[in-house]
Nanobody, 121 residues
Framework: QVQLVESGGGLVQPGGSLRLSCAVSGSIFSINAMGWYRQAPGKERELVAAITSDGSTNYADSVKGRFTISRDNAKNTVYLQMHSLKPEDTAVYYC???????????????WGQGTQVTVSS
């Protein structure tokens, strides 16, 4: 079984910064893509940023130039550094990972429990 635990959310003023972390644990053979999604009240969950196992990244247009996704493969952890935060960034942020389990080598797509990010003065 694969578990994801997020941390780093909170309340920040507009223009501020936050860093989210997501640690993947369990019986893992390898981790493919990892990503961050967010869901604001009354809206659908949307992709914020994703990163492949070789480090290729993809961002939503709304966060390009402000957010940076990275991963530490040795720690099975993905990060989301957020700068120049805006009120419209307020949402619950979810971590997502595609992991190959050990020893059965099955593909699991797993989600974290979510962490609240609120941007407000």
């Amino acid at each position: 079984q694969v578990q994801l635990v997020e941390s780093g959310g909170g309340l920040v003023q507009p223009g501020g910064s936050l860093r989210l972390s997501c640690a993947v644990s369990g019986s893992i053979f390898s981790i493919n893509a990892m990503g961050w999604y967010r869901q604001a009240p009354g809206k659908e969950r949307e992709l914020v940023a994703a990163i492949t196992s070789d480090g290729s990244t993809n961002y939503a247009d709304s966060v390009k130039g402000r957010f940076t996704i990275s991963r530490d493969n040795a720690k099975n952890t993905v990060y989301l550094q957020m700068h120049s935060l805006k009120p419209e960034d307020t949402a619950v942020y979810y971590c997502n990972a595609e992991a190959i389990s050990w020893p059965r080598r099955l593909l699991h797509t797993s989600w974290g429990q979510g962490t609240q990010v609120t941007v407000s003065s």
